[in-house]
């Protein structure tokens, strides 16, 4: 990318990236700090005091003294590197806030001095606490404006409001962003929060909500955002969640400096060549290849606010914040119709377009009308259906995830059908190594069941119903008056081939076997320990058949023709007969016994060495004995076993 591409996610001071700056023995890693707070109590101004930028971007916001947008700006100095996302202020702007607050390490909240806390102040420190933005820095900002006793006031309004939302941990710095006052103080009380702020995990696959879209002239689109997970090199593939496309990572810049890759915890901007711009907005995810699944249903813990003014119903209408991405959703309770301000449950979501979400993402749920936060939560798991929270099947769900056990609750969602690793892969937001030790935890408990070399997983009941199942079919295959020895393997695939395919089908016949369910010989199977028992009337049947195929006047007969010579038993053994090689059937319905094909091969060959190579249909008609109803079927049978080949209105006999 080229050097100006830097402006779209901010510049920084001396250095090159990736330097680890190591203060008093600690290693500190480039560190994400958001700013909140109410609008004109001096975010913007307070940074660029720090920085010696501006964060805001837009004429507008410059032309009317207000931040409508994200802004960056970066710190970069011997005691580390700092990326400050300026988020706006102003209520009606929340939504590009929570876009902005996405990724963030540690916050500074800003108050002014001469207007304490106000209603944003509230709302902000209620969302970054949604969020698990538990670190950061108040700076109480405008001391220049107010006297003394004035100052003293709003430290202790200041510090009782911390105490009442949980961040009373948090340092208070006095300061003023006009006059200088107090900065040197709030930088070393940030650099404080950030050497101490852990680091986001490098080892899930990569993401970066995205909050920037852009060309640039002779590279294409560029997408801005802050890296949440794993890592990303030029030259990787990357796609573009729930609808972007796929593109091949052509260059990365971190405020302006091209590096060869971008970790968790840094703003990158992405050169994306591959993809139009114009199909790429805010909210939308690039990920490595196949690490998510879109969706429209979330299963969250979810918590109402203590602050609301209401409760919250199960079927109300919100607004979805998670990551970058803001849509219309529809909240259902699992334990009651509605919780109450302070409360907390598992609820699933249900959006209207697709999301992206793995398990701990956080979110924000606010009501459209008025708009205003009312609570949020952790995403427990990405779900494939809708939940019934009164079924079984749910609740045993809703157990689960009570105990965060994730992947036992994606399995028992799944049911009959089963996971492959990819498609847990896609739901967990892990990677193979992580995903392996999962599925080796819950299969040391008994919960998961791998089959077909590992690449069908299934909930350990449903496992076993799979057997029984199976094995239920099969066995019915034997409850009928005709005996059976063996039953076709493709029959019993055939059963399940909609619901299972045919690579889970064969898992299913491995498993069956090696449960010794089954006895599987080439492509037949039957049920272990099966044999084939008689009735008089079908052993009688059975000899009939051997003396009438043994005539040389009715060495070939039909199905039909035999049944009405002997009766049904006849039709109940024939197909015993053919399992046991004792029979051969062709054309249908025409039976012949082993021993008279074997003859019929000699005589064929016979005639290719005494007589010709060549033989006529009238010609084997009088070799047989037999009309031409049973010779034509019995001649493509032949072309078919390569005994002989069509030529013309004959046959080139191929055995000797």
């Given at each position: ?213 852009f060309p640039i002239k002779g590279f294409g689109t560029v997408v801005t955002g802050t890296c949440i997970d794993g890592s990303l090199a030029v030259g990787d593939r990357v796609l573009v969640y729930p609808d972007g496309g796929e593109s091949r990572v052509r260059g990365l810049q971190i405020f302006g400096r091209s590096v060869e890759e971008a970790v968790a915890g840094q703003r990158v901007a992405v050169n994306l060549p591959d993809i139009r711009h114009a199909d790429l907005a805010r909210g939308h995810m690039a990920a490595m290849l196949g690490s998510c699944r879109p969706t429209h249903l ?359």
């Amino acid at each position: 990318m080229p050097r100006n591409a830097g402006r779209f996610c901010g510049r920084g001071g001396r250095g090159e990236w990736c330097v680890l700056t190591i203060i008093r023995g600690v290693v500190m890693r480039d560190v994400v700090v958001g700013t909140a707070g109410h609008i004109d109590h001096g975010k913007t101004l307070l940074v660029k005091a720090m920085t010696g930028m501006d964060a805001d971007r837009w004429d507008e916001e410059k032309r009317r003294g207000i931040t409508l947008d994200i802004g960056f700006a970066t710190l970069d100095s011997e005691r580390g590197r700092l990326h400050f996302v300026d988020l706006p202020g102003h209520e009606r702007f929340v939504k590009n806030m929570l876009a902005g607050a996405t990724g963030i390490d540690l916050c500074l909240l800003v108050v002014a001095a001469d207007e304490s806390v106000m209603p944003q102040t509230v709302e902000h420190a209620d969302i970054l606490s949604l969020l698990g933005v538990k670190r950061g820095v108040v700076a109480l900002n405008k001391v220049d404006l107010v006297d003394r006793e004035t100052r003293e006031l709003a430290l202790m309004e200041l510090s009782e409001f911390l105490e009442s939302c949980g961040l009373s941990g948090m340092p208070i710095v006095e300061v003023s962003a006009v006059t200088g006052e107090g900065l040197p103080d709030l930088l070393a009380a940030i650099y404080g929060e950030a050497e101490s702020c852990p680091a986001p995990p490098r080892n899930r696959p990569f993401r970066l909500p995205i909050d920037r879209v852009f060309p640039i002239k002779g590279f294409g689109t560029v997408v801005t955002g802050t890296c949440i997970d794993g890592s990303l090199a030029v030259g990787d593939r990357v796609l573009v969640y729930p609808d972007g496309g796929e593109s091949r990572v052509r260059g990365l810049q971190i405020f302006g400096r091209s590096v060869e890759e971008a970790v968790a915890g840094q703003r990158v901007a992405v050169n994306l060549p591959d993809i139009r711009h114009a199909d790429l907005a805010r909210g939308h995810m690039a990920a490595m290849l196949g690490s998510c699944r879109p969706t429209h249903l979330l299963d969250v813990r979810l918590g109402v606010l203590a602050s609301a003014k209401r409760s919250l119903k199960t079927g109300a209408v919100c607004t979805l914040h998670i990551h970058t991405q803001e849509v219309e959703a529809h909240v259902h309770l699992s334990d009651s119709a509605a919780l109450a301000p302070g409360d907390e449950g598992l609820a699933q979501i249900r959006t209207t377009v697709p999301v992206v979400a793995w398990p701990d993402d956080r979110f924000i749920l606010r009501l459209p009308s008025p708009a205003r936060t009312i609570g949020g939560g952790t995403v427990l798991l990405p779900a494939r259906r809708k939940a019934r929270w009164r079924r079984r099947r749910d609740r045993t769900i809703a157990d689960l995830l009570r105990g965060n056990l994730a992947l036992r609750a994606l399995l028992v969602e799944a049911g009959p059908a089963g996971l492959t690793p990819d498609d847990v892969m896609g739901v967990m937001g892990v990677k193979a190594e992580r995903l392996n030790e999962l599925a080796e935890s819950a299969e040391s408990a008994e919960a998961l069941v791998r089959w077909g070399n590992g690449g069908w997983w299934l909930e350990a009941a449903e496992a076993e119903a799979w057997l029984d199942r199976a094995g239920a079919w099969l066995s019915g295959r034997y409850d009928g008056k005709a005996p059976v020895s063996w039953v076709p393997r493709q029959e019993l695939l055939g059963r399940w081939l909609r619901v299972l395919g045919q690579a889970r089908g064969e898992a299913l016949v491995e498993a069956l076997e090696r449960a010794g369910r089954i006895e599987v010989e080439g492509d037949r199977i039957r049920p272990a320990g099966h044999r084939v028992r008689l009735s008089d009337a079908q052993k009688a049947a059975w000899q009939a058949v051997q003396a009438i195929l043994c005539d040389p006047e009715t060495f070939i007969r039909t199905g039909k023709e035999l049944e009405s010579a002997i009766g049904s038993e006849a039709r109940q053994v024939l197909p015993l007969m053919v399992e046991d090689g004792e029979l051969v059937r062709y054309g249908g319905d025409f039976f012949v016994a082993r021993t008279t094909m074997e003859s019929l091969r000699e005589k064929l060959a016979a005639h290719a060495i005494s007589r010709s190579t060549k033989i006529s249909v009238p010609e084997f008609k009088s070799m047989l004995g037999l009309s031409r109803k049973y010779v034509m079927p019995l001649l493509e049978h032949l072309d078919d076993l390569k005994w002989t080949r069509r030529s013309g209105d004959g046959r080139d006999i191929l055995v000797r």
